[in-house]
């Protein structure tokens, strides 16, 4: 039996654990934290924004759409196996668009998505201002394939299947080099924790990369209690400056709310962020300014230097070794396809789904 370490229990390191669990492969992952998806993932939303994302065609719309494909029957299976509660968001996303360019966009995006497969509706005004009459918009875009899962309820329900199924979990357990690893096959996806245990790697390979793979981009985010908003569906809403926040439902009138704002990392979280997220939820939905803060986070995101995200395949002169990472904002998005391709890749080699090899 083969021997498999993947390093790192965030969504993609855990996903991938329990998809190698119905495997003949023996599995191990190794966590640096004292308990899983405490760095990147514990800081997502947890967006499944496919079909409605704004880009059309191209390698990670494909997996993109692909993974999100695969969610609804991933989340039945973990409920049905383990019990655990998992918030999965079935009610669709509603795209709010201000700029005539993006919403001329949208209605072209409709036919394209149509074509691949995945239904979007144009909502005129009357329907906006029956079905969301608290919100600021003429019409929208909804999605009602697109989906919002709790990040860290859905890495518990992983680690959880993938136990019964075999695997072995270690926390608390960082991993200083990949030599010490005594393992047939290894798999990095430890986010920005990569850079470390890959510098010597790259550095060495046959183009000598000096620089570090991945780059923390910060992000922050907020938990809000907002009395008699009384909405269903995730909200994703684009500013003036064309970045967007999204709003996350979350059941007893609590939300969360985040944007896709750059934040310089080290300065995080800070006081004034929580100010330009509610000025901007207020800009579109008036009864955000009785909002209550409950909590605010912030996290690094992995985005790749100079590649594609997200960085996925063999690690140049290493067969041994497999790289599953860098996966920006996409990482809980992209984690169900991810997995399925490394586990394509682990046993055969190759994989048949949307997958541009990692190369140097």
Known sequence: MKTVTIIGCGVIGAMLAYELSKTALKVTVLESNPRPAMVATGSALGVLMAASSSKAKGPLVKLRLASLSLYDRLIDELTAQTNCNILY?????LSLLRSPEEKIK???LIEIRKEQGFELQWLER???SQQYSQ???????FSPCDRAVHPTQLVDALVAAATQNGVKFYWNAPVKSLEEIKSDLIVVTSGLGSNALLAALLKNCSKNREQDLLLPVGGQ????KVPNLNLQTVINAE???????NIVPLGHDRY???ATLEFEPDELPREANISLLLEQAIAWCPTFKKAEVLKTWAGDRPRPDGFQSPILGFAPDHP???IATGHYRNGVMMAPVTAQITRDLLLTGTSDLPWKPFSL
């Open 89 to 93: 968001n079935r009610n669709g996303i």
């Open 106 to 108: 949208a209605r072209s």
């Open 126 to 128: 009357g329907v906006i």
């Open 135 to 141: 919100w600021l918009t003429d019409d929208g875009l």
């Open 221 to 224: 985010a907020l938990l809000l």
């Open 239 to 245: 500013n003036e400056d064309h970045s967007d926040i």
């Open 256 to 258: 969360w709310l985040g």
């Open 320 to 322: 041994h070794i497999l």
